[in-house]
């Protein structure tokens, strides 16, 4: 089901960009693919193979839980990318990421972390997570409508949210000024910080480079797995960073980094 032709991954992808616009600086600041783009089919062939994002598979002893199966079952596909980048001794370093966790992990051998410090956010969630999942089975057993299930969802609303204001604020996100901003510094937006962002590839892929004085030469994103609900997403397709959520705080993560050779705008981070 999820072993698609060699064939499949040899379509050009549309035009590709990651970036966005930089309150700090009041520029856009945009990252072409560069050479990512083999890489990207190259990763591909590996899940199709493989059928595990495990980037070091021999076939033998795979961990279930780094398998490709559920991405084709309900839980639906996920997004990965794939950076090319000069490190400072000017050799060429491949970085991969994936979106969100994967199948519950955060931290996987040879993919880019995430923006937190994984233990900070388990220390945060873990009772708090409890006890909505407490109030949810409380709220299945009251008559919908009630005055008891209306309270009820509301201490629920009014908990997930705080949760959510306390998890982004453990999310430091870093440039190539050498700078950092939490979420809500870095973040242009006047709708609010949408659940999820800093979670997507680009955002772990910029952070890694940042703190490891890495500079990216570019960046694909592809989709891998059973359409998403909105069917916006399809397997092997490419897309440029999103709008909502990444856009938003990836002009601040690129910010400091000549990308004028690189397929953004010229000039961009002059």
Request: aromatic share 8%; with cysteine.
């Amino acid at each position: 089901m999820n072993n698609c032709s060699a064939q499949r991954f040899t379509a050009d992808p549309p035009q590709i960009r990651t970036g966005g616009y930089c309150r700090k600086c009041d520029q856009e600041h945009w990252l072409g693919p560069g050479n990512t783009v083999p890489h990207c089919r190259s990763l591909m062939h590996h899940l199709a193979r493989r059928q595990t994002i495990n980037l070091f598979s021999t076939g033998l002893e795979e961990s279930v839980a780094l398998e490709t199966a559920p991405l084709f079952g309900p839980a639906r596909g996920k997004m990965f990318g794939v950076m090319e980048c000069l490190a400072p001794d000017g050799t060429t370093v491949i970085v991969h990421a994936f979106s969100g966790q994967y199948n519950g992990l955060w931290l996987v051998d040879g993919w880019a972390p995430p923006l937190f410090e994984v233990d900070e956010f388990l220390a945060m969630t873990v009772d708090t997570e409890k006890q909505i999942k407490q109030i949810g089975r409380q709220i299945d057993q009251c008559q919908p409508h009630s005055f008891d299930w209306l309270a009820l969802r509301q201490e629920r609303r009014h908990i997930s949210r705080t949760l959510m204001g306390d998890i982004q604020s453990l999310y430091m996100l870093h440039n190539f000024r050498g700078e950092k901003a939490t979420i809500h510094e870095a973040f242009f937006g006047t709708n609010g910080i949408p659940t999820g962002t800093g979670d997507c590839c680009a955002p772990k892929l910029l952070n890694f480079a940042a703190q490891r004085k890495l500079h990216p030469l570019g960046i694909s994103e592809f989709f891998w797995g059973r359409e998403n609900k909105s069917g916006g997403q399809r397997h092997t397709v490419f897309s440029s960073s999103c709008a909502e959520k990444c856009q938003p705080i990836l002009g601040f993560m690129l910010c400091g980094l000549d990308t004028s050779g690189n397929n953004g705008k010229k000039g961009d981070n002059a």
